[in-house]
Nanobody, 126 residues
Framework: QLQLVESGGGLVQPGGSLRLSCVVSGFPLDRYAIGWFRQAPEKEREGVSCISNRGTTTYWDDSDKGRFTLSRDNAKNTVYLQMNGLKPEDTAVYYC???????????????????WGQGTQVTVSS
């Protein structure tokens, strides 16, 4: 059974940084694409970014490039989302999810992902 566990969320000031982790168990990480999504209260879930089994990345919003960086450490079965220059509008619960079709390019589309973590809260506020 594939399981995903997010961690690393918290409260940060605008302009601050967080690194979220997604630890995958049950299958080798290199088989899957991993997507990051977020959902704020009373809003639709939206895509953030994804990383393919080959390490290529796709971003929902090109403006996030440079602020958000995805990486994967297959030996540790972990995907990281480094977030810099955080803004209040980044506040949300962040979820990682696995797509068994891991070949590039990955898609930041929620319906493409079959297994989800429980989420980690990111709050950006002064």
């Amino acid at each position: 059974q594939l399981q995903l566990v997010e961690s690393g969320g918290g409260l940060v000031q605008p302009g601050g940084s967080l690194r979220l982790s997604c630890v995958v168990s049950g299958f080798p990480l290199d088989r899957y694409a991993i997507g990051w999504f977020r959902q704020a209260p009373e809003k639709e879930r939206e895509g953030v970014s994804c990383i393919s089994n080959r390490g290529t990345t796709t971003y929902w919003d090109d403006s996030d490039k440079g602020r958000f960086t995805l990486s994967r450490d297959n030996a540790k079965n972990t995907v990281y989302l480094q977030m810099n220059g955080l803004k209040p509008e980044d506040t949300a619960v962040y979820y990682c999810a696995a797509d068994q079709w891991g070949d590039p390019p990955c898609a930041v589309v929620a319906t493409s992902y079959h297994d989800w973590g429980q989420g980690t809260q990111v709050t950006v506020s002064s």
